[in-house]
């Protein structure tokens, strides 16, 4: 890592020099995440000092207390031809691997990363798009948004706890004819998701025919956005991308487990 910048109260961007720049893989899709590993400490204390450990043989081989544990984090900015990634990490206290490493990292830290993945693009044909998410999901709408053609309309809702942790995007090409709204949780007196009251405020265009939509973040406020999206908007499925980044109370372990459960259905 060559440097940690800080965004945010909350929010921190790692910019990554890549060791093996010429095996990178970049995808198309503007959405990139990557898994970030995390490893035992006594399996970094079996490796050789300044080394990092072969994530592929630690996995078959290491017991499972010492299994490496992974965290889907998003590439913000890819620069394959100066080595380079961006990934900006939201911070949410003491519990966990990202968040924490993120936090105390340093320029001159190691990480291994596997990835990129990815799939969504966005719909060229699209009148209208709205992007949402919260912290987490900051990263990924920002870079779906410079991959829109300049002609691009729609609005941007992004929710963060207060004015203080809204980031500045002087540096992010944003559609002239998209408009970004932060929403904030404090402001949550009437028991409301700050978000899908955001996403329900939204200019929504009469006509939906041609609308897509690409909203993720907190599980249980992607199922709460279905109201809006899919009963009072009367979108159809494929014109929506609705995807959980994490669930309040769950390590990612558990929120990844949980999607084959009733609980983890948000479609
Ligand atoms: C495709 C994809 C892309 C993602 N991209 C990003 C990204 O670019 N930046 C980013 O910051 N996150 C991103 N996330 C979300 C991130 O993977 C999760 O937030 C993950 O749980 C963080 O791991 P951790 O080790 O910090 O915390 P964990 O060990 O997973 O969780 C510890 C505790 O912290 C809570 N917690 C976890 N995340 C948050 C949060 N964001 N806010 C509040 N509480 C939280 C959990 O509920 C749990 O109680 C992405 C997720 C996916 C699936």
């Known amino acids: 890592m060559a ?6 109260p909350a929010m921190v961007r790692l910019v990554c020099r890549i060791d093996n720049a010429q095996d990178f893989q970049d995808i198309e899709a503007p959405e ?3 898994k970030l590993i995390f490893f035992s400490q006594a399996t970094l204390a079996a490796t050789a000092p300044g080394a990092l ?3 592929w043989e630690v996995r078959d081989t290491a017991a499972p207390e010492d299994q490496p544990v992974s965290r889907h984090m998003t590439l913000r900015r ?3 031809a100066a080595g380079e990634v961006w990934i900006d990490v939201a911070l949410h206290g003491s519990e966990g691997y990202a968040g924490p490493w993120a936090d105390a990292a340093a320029p001159g830290d190691r990480l291994v990363a596997l990835g990129p993945g990815g799939k969504w693009m966005p719909d060229p044909d699209a009148t209208w798009s709205l992007f949402a998410g919260d912290d987490a999901a900051v990263p990924a709408v920002l870079a779906n948004l410079e991959a829109l053609p300049v002609s691009a309309r729609g609005e941007v809702v992004l929710e963060v706890q207060d004015a203080a942790h809204e980031l500045d995007l002087s540096d992010v090409a944003v559609p002239e004819g998209i408009t970004v709204r932060w929403v904030h949780r404090a402001d949550e007196a009437s028991g409301e998701r700050a978000l899908v009251q955001g996403i329900a405020d939204a200019a929504w265009p009469e006509d939906v ?3 897509q ?3 993720h973040g907190e599980r249980e406020a992607m199922k709460a956005a279905r109201t809006v999206l899919f009963d009072q908007r009367g979108l159809d499925r494929s014109q929506v ?3 959980g980044y994490w669930a309040g109370g769950r390590t990612e372990d558990v929120f990844q487990a949980e999607k084959k459960l009733p609980v983890g259905k948000i479609l």
């Open 78 to 80: 890819t620069d394959p």
């Open 213 to 215: 939509a690409f909203v």
């Open 53 to 55: 450990p072969d994530y």
């Open 32 to 34: 990139k995440y990557v």
């Open 3 to 8: 440097e940690r910048l800080q965004l945010s």
């Open 241 to 243: 991308s609705l995807s």
């Open 209 to 211: 025919s041609r609308v």
